[in-house]
């Protein structure tokens, strides 16, 4: 497992039996947001366990998002920027934007996957 942060989205990659690992675009599925720095660079795969949040965040976008993408899926590029590319990691729906960036609902609760 990375080191995760504060406010680091969080994908679950099911190659690695569902082990939290940083976003990214081939990581999964986003499950949320780490709450807290959890460094398990040096240990083995499940050593330590990640508080993940659901919930709508803001991140930098890679391109600026407009009136269009609301109510539109959004995809992980990394674990701080979205992208409405689709074929990346699926990070939720597209909730609000301004000119910097995108709100995304992301959890595993979240409609997108209902």
């Known amino acids: 497992m990375r080191a995760m942060y504060v406010v680091t989205v969080v ?11 940083p976003a990214s675009a081939t ?10 720095l959890v460094d398990n ?11 993940i949040d659901e ?5 930098a976008a890679d391109v600026p998002a407009t009136q269009a ?3 539109k899926l959004a995809y992980a590029a990394d674990d701080q ?6 074929g990346a990691t699926l990070a939720g729906v ?13 959890g595993l609760t979240s409609s997108h996957l209902s």
């Open 69 to 71: 993408n609301v109510g």
């Open 94 to 106: 597209v909730r609000a934007f301004d000119a910097n960036g995108i709100w995304v609902e992301c």
């Open 41 to 51: 660079l040096t240990g083995i795969d499940g050593a330590l366990q990640v508080a």
């Open 11 to 21: 994908a679950s990659l099911a190659l690695v039996a569902g082990f939290a690992v």
């Open 81 to 86: 920027t979205v992208t409405m590319t689709a």
């Open 27 to 36: 990581a999964g599925i986003v499950v949320g947001r780490a709450t807290k």
């Open 55 to 59: 919930g709508t965040y803001y991140f």
